[in-house]
């Protein structure tokens, strides 16, 4: 069976959907990353859809429910890379994904989640160098 | 003027995986009648929300693909045709946020608007047969 990776990058997951999505892959991913982001903790969700010629109104709802079940487990969710092509469709359609960030490219995304939960990481990345200082 | 059809192609859509397969053979041919880019997009959005109906509602069906020409311009038409249950209003299931699912009920009106022409008819009992058109410069 087809399965989408999810990378852990520190505080963040990092997806890349490489493949068309057909609803069920669509689904799995859903509950795969919100379970992820429960059981790493992470901050930070990063979605890449450069790959991507297509998203529907399927599509478009599950990365609108990625986006609110992270933001309840206080993760904020980047979409990335979308292609023009679908970004004009996608408002054609009628799915302006209100309420999901996105970012032009995979760095700009990293830097928005940086932003927003900015202030806690640092804290915690002041932390780790103090513990490497006292090694 | 008329449309005329230059190559069909009649493909069964049963299950899941067979949108992708679906999806790229429309532009495939898509691609052959040089369509651009975000005119391919759109008609094979299209498409797919109006497979995803037939899965969904009308328990699988058929879709026909073909080249049409009318004058110079050329364009792609695709005609979905289940035997499910029907749309008994019709008028409703155009209306965006309608849904009988738990969908957003984007799929009809949402291919309404991203195809040159659309056209839909159902009985309840017998089954639904929608046809969108993209002209490859529509």
């Known amino acids: 069976m087809d399965k989408i990776p999810i990378l852990r990058m520190g505080n963040f997951l990092l997806v890349t959907i490489q493949v068309d999505l057909y609803d069920r892959l669509a689904l799995d991913l859903e509950a795969d990353l919100v379970q992820m982001v429960n059981k790493t903790s992470s901050r930070g969700v990063l979605i890449d859809i450069s790959a991507v010629s297509i998203v529907d109104s399927f599509m478009g709802r599950i990365i609108g429910n990625i986006a609110s079940m992270s933001k309840i487990l206080d993760a904020e969710t980047v979409v990335v890379g979308m292609q023009p092509a679908v970004a004009i469709t996608l408002i054609e359609l009628g799915l302006p994904l209100k309420g999901v960030h996105t970012a032009l490219n995979v760095e700009r995304g990293m830097n928005l989640l940086k932003s927003m939960i900015g202030s806690d990481i640092q804290d915690e990345e002041e932390n780790q160098d103090d513990d490497t200082f006292s090694e | ?138």
Do not use: H
């Open chain 2, 1 to 138: 003027m008329m449309i005329l059809s230059l190559s069909k192609d009649n493909i069964q859509v049963q299950k899941e995986q067979d949108v992708v397969l679906l999806r790229n053979r429309v532009r495939e041919v898509a691609v052959k009648i040089k369509m651009g880019l975000v005119n391919q997009t759109k008609l094979i959005t299209a498409a797919s929300e109006l497979l995803r109906n037939m899965l969904r509602y009308g328990g699988g069906g058929e879709c026909l693909i073909e080249v049409v020409t009318r004058g110079r311009d050329n364009g792609v038409r695709l005609t979905f045709k289940d035997k499910g249950p029907g749309i008994p209003d019709i008028a409703a299931a155009m209306k965006d946020g309608f849904s009988t699912g738990k969908s957003l009920g984007l799929g009809l009106p949402g291919a309404k608007r991203l195809s040159n022409e659309f056209d839909i008819k159902s009985k309840p009992g017998e089954g639904t047969v929608v046809m969108i058109l993209k002209w490859a410069n529509g």
